[in-house]
């Protein structure tokens, strides 16, 4: 690979080119006052749990819906169980953070809580394996759901919720809670 000179030390032209995109992009947030948010807009905001098993399903789902490139994602273990439950407050703290940014930046309208099925975090929270009776387990996400989707309307009535509980196999079932 050749390299050039460029002030004091030699850059490769691929660095070269990047360096001259980036200086572009720093000159666009300049011109525009500094302010790169409020461009692009994400009316869904997606709650799911962090279980790498179903991230690829996950993102199918929202797909499937026609919500490519139309949300923003929050990834918590547990999904809402963390912000419905006094269990781990700095989670809440980071949701309500997030759920703020969100709106400057994206103007988010509605949100999408993914729970899942054989949730890890909900075992070691609540300190049962609900995953052993489905009945009981989809009582207690559509209860943490239905808490989150309650303190969401507290804070912000002008945002809609929905909650769906998926199974490991990827099929989704509407929460009755939210």
Known sequence: MAACRC???AVAPDRRRF????ALGGAALLVGGGRAWGA???PYLLLNCIDYRLAAATTHYMAGRGLERQ????VLAGASIGIATDREPAWATTFWQHVDIARKLHGIQHLVILEHRDCGAYAVLLGEDF?????AETR???QMAGKLAALMKQRHPELTTEAFLMSLDGKVERLPSA
């Open 7 to 9: 002030g004091r030390e």
């Open 19 to 22: 360096l001259g995109w980036a």
């Open 40 to 42: 692009a807009k994400a």
């Open 71 to 74: 949300y923003d994602q929050i």
């Open 131 to 135: 995953a052993k009776n489905p009945a």
């Open 140 to 142: 207690i996400h559509a």
